[in-house]
């Protein structure tokens, strides 16, 4: 295993195919919390519930309106954040084509704030909404202040409204995960960034680009079950992007 970050670098460079797969942990940065970190939101229970539960289909048919009373500032407040320095430099780096796609677990979407086109949304995005009923759309600016007012959005049929974000006890789009594991496959690097790589079946990716010959770095301020198959581990997001983006000036 390296912690030579210009090796790291150079090795992104001459690669074919560079893949990045992203997890919250990038988004701490930006002042979002994670999920599993030290200050993550599943560390503390919301009126007396696990997030899990409160991120998981049965409740939220149920109860939808406990999903958006918890998701008021966590979901609905997205435009108060920024990306930061890793997502700059990954959309920069898509520009000049160093990376060929991103796939994140992330549903912030600060990814496409920062440019990146070439971008997969594994868990979906509060970008789209649509009623379950009668298949209405909506977007996040129909929605969000409806949710940062402390109500309930509910369709003009009377359906639930639901956030494009696949929930727990939802599949991951078939398509885009048999796409996801064929790139991850033949990928000369996968650089994971800020994921514990924890949730399944997105956090299998990674292994496929092992599988495949292929080299990985994780850069992640825990750890992870795959830092021993890592070519390359660095644990300080920040450090290491602006070191990257002062090597790609």
Known sequence: MHNDINDLYEAILEADKVLVFTGAGISTLSGIPDFRGVKGVYREKWHGMEVEEILSIPCFLKHPEYFYEWAQTFVYG????RPNIVHQVIADWEKRNIIYRTYTQNIDILHQHAGSKRLYELHGSPAH???LKCRKYYSYNDIAPIVQSGNCPKCDCGGIIKPEI??????LNSDLLEQAFNDFESADIAIVLGSSLTVNPAALLPQYTIRGGGKLAIINS?????DKFAKWRFSDLAETFNTFAELSK
């Open 129 to 131: 909404h649509h009623c």
């Open 78 to 81: 997205l435009e108060n954040y």
């Open 222 to 226: 825990q750890p992870t079950t795959l």
């Open 166 to 171: 696949v929930f727990y006890g939802e599949q």
